[in-house]
């Protein structure tokens, strides 16, 4: 994917969350639903062109696009204390090279080059790269939701299972 379509992901993505962690119900929340989306699209619009920074060294889609950089992104909250959505970003950039480019991206970089892609991808230039992006888009917020409000079901269902209740 090319930038524009990286920052289009971001952002509805962020929009998209932000309702998901604090749905404005009532007109009363609408505030605290806007700053949530406006907290949230920041850093992940930040990690979303993070990765393209390879382009300007190293090689691309290999040395910035892999799962280490995004297991760094992702304990580095926990060391520091920030940062705490940018790994949000660096994955859907991922989830966008994977699944909406006809490329991919070199995963396990540097230990193997071979780069990983879904046969849905295609060319960054194509006139089909906005409607992919926004396929992808909504898959990942249709996952996002699944993670918000099903797996604390879930995890509750095994919960009293376990105490036999």
């Known amino acids: 994917m090319n930038k524009k379509g990286h920052v289009l992901n971001a952002v509805l993505l962020s929009i998209g969350l932000g309702y998901l962690l604090e749905p404005a119900t009532e007109l009363s929340h609408v505030p605290a639903t806007l700053e949530t989306m406006v907290m949230i699209a920041v850093p992940v619009t930040l990690g979303a062109l993070f990765p393209d920074v390879d382009t300007a060294f190293g090689k691309h889609r290999k040395t910035l696009h892999n799962l280490a950089v995004l297991g760094a ?5 926990f060391v520091f204390g920030n940062l705490e959505f940018v790994w949000i970003g660096i994955l859907t950039h991922y989830a966008l090279d994977v699944a909406g480019s006809k490329r991919g991206i070199a995963l396990f970089y540097p230990l193997s080059s071979k780069e990983y892609g879904l046969p849905t991808g295609v060319a960054v230039s194509s006139r089909y790269a906005t409607i992919v992006t926004l396929v992808v888009t909504a898959a990942e917020l249709t996952l ?15 919960g009293r299972q376990a105490m036999g209740l």
């Open 73 to 77: 992104f992702v304990a580095y909250p």
């Open 144 to 158: 996002a939701a699944a993670i918000v409000f099903e797996l604390p079901q879930w995890g509750f269902e095994l």
